[in-house]
Each structure stands twice: as C-alpha cells, then as structure tokens.
Nanobody, 121 residues
Framework: QVQLVESGGGLVQPGGSLRLSCAAS????????VDWYRQAPGKQRELVAG???????NYAESVKGRFTISRDNAKNTVYLQMISLKPEDTAVYYC???????????????WGQGTQVTVSS
C-alpha cells in the first residue's frame, strides 16, 4: 500500500505564506510525477502545480510567480511553497502522485486526504 499525507495547511492572512508538504510512505519503488490540486467549495478540483521525476515543473496561470513546487526524493516528499496568498487561494489542497510499488509494477495514481488552506483577514 501507498499512503500520501498532506500537511502544512492553516489559516493565514492575505499576503501571507504557507508551505505544504506531501509525504509518501509504504511500498514505494519510485515516484514519478506529483501534482498539487485544490478544490474550493462549490468548485471543481483544479490542477495547481506539478513536478516530474526529473524536476520539471508546471503551474496554473493563477499561481505563477507565487507558488513553487519542489521535491526531496530522499524523503519521498513534495512541497508547495505559497507566498502572497489571496482569499481566492482558499481551498482544500490535495496531492496526487504516480507511484510504482515495485520494479515490475505499473504506475498507479494515489491521492492524499487533503489539507485546508484558508486565506482570510
């Protein structure tokens, strides 16, 4: 089994910063792409940022220049550094990882349980 656990969410004032973590554990041979998504109340889940196994990154237009995704392969952890937060960034943030459990396994997609980010004064 593979588990993804997000952490680092909370309540922050507009203009503030947070760093989210997505830690993978369990039976893991390799982790390929990892993406951060978010879902605000009444809205569809949207892709926020992604990072490949090689470190290439991509971002939604709405967060470019404010969010930075990174990974620590030794810790099986991906981070989302968020600065200049806005009320519209309020959402539950989820990570999704493409994981091979063994050398011969196919890649499977796994989700974490989410972490709440609230930006409000």
């Amino acid at each position: 089994q593979v588990q993804l656990v997000e952490s680092g969410g909370g309540l922050v004032q507009p203009g503030g910063s947070l760093r989210l973590s997505c830690a993978a554990s369990g039976s893991i041979f390799s982790i390929n792409n990892v993406d951060w998504y978010r879902q605000a109340p009444g809205k569809q889940r949207e892709l926020v940022a992604g990072i490949t196994s090689g470190g290439s990154t991509n971002y939604a237009e709405s967060v470019k220049g404010r969010f930075t995704i990174s990974r620590d392969n030794a810790k099986n952890t991906v981070y989302l550094q968020m600065i200049s937060l806005k009320p519209e960034d309020t959402a539950v943030y989820y990570c999704n990882a493409a994981v091979k459990r063994t050398r011969w396994d196919i890649v499977g997609g796994y989700w974490g349980q989410g972490t709440q980010v609230t930006v409000s004064s």
